[in-house]
């Protein structure tokens, strides 16, 4: 691999949607099959998002989603097969980290299911805290979505 070569951009605009798919389907198990509308959403509704090129082919990708001072979490931290082991996936969740939008957060959360030991190295502990989880939210039937009305400006 040549190093010259490789470029980490956080222009969401260069993202190619099926491309990335392409990249989660080879070495993602757990975005395997995600539509193209909903990587376009989860794209824009996050930042940063971080791409790894090699000259124009995509070999890496991470996103992350922050209120920018107390809390954050990275998402969809992926690296081509033919690339891993190169330190290019901690170069690119340390490129994540130190972004203007995360490098002040006060906590950066992540999951994983195989990976605990390359996050541990990068700095981050293991977390037997409150973590909880509510999985797809239109199934919560005390509440009516609908008949929820949100005030757009206080006092007006």
Known sequence: MNNAQILFSDRKSEIDIQELQQLFNLAAFW?????????????????????VWDRKQLIGF?????????RATIWDVVIHPKYQG?????????????????HRVERVY??????????????????????????NQSNLGSLKVGEIKLQETLGG
Do not use: W
Not at 113 to 132: E, L
């Open 31 to 51: 975005a395997k099959n995600r539509s193209l509308e909903d990587l376009n959403l989860a794209i824009s509704n996050s930042n940063p998002v971080i791409a």
């Open 62 to 70: 991470a996103r992350a989603t922050s209120d920018g001072v107390y």
């Open 86 to 102: 190169s330190g290019l996936g901690s170069k690119l969740v340390e490129t994540v980290l130190s972004h203007p939008c995360i």
């Open 110 to 135: 992540l999951m994983t299911t195989h990976q605990q030991r390359f996050y541990q190295r990068i700095g981050f502990q293991p977390n037997s805290s409150s973590t909880m989880v509510l999985y």
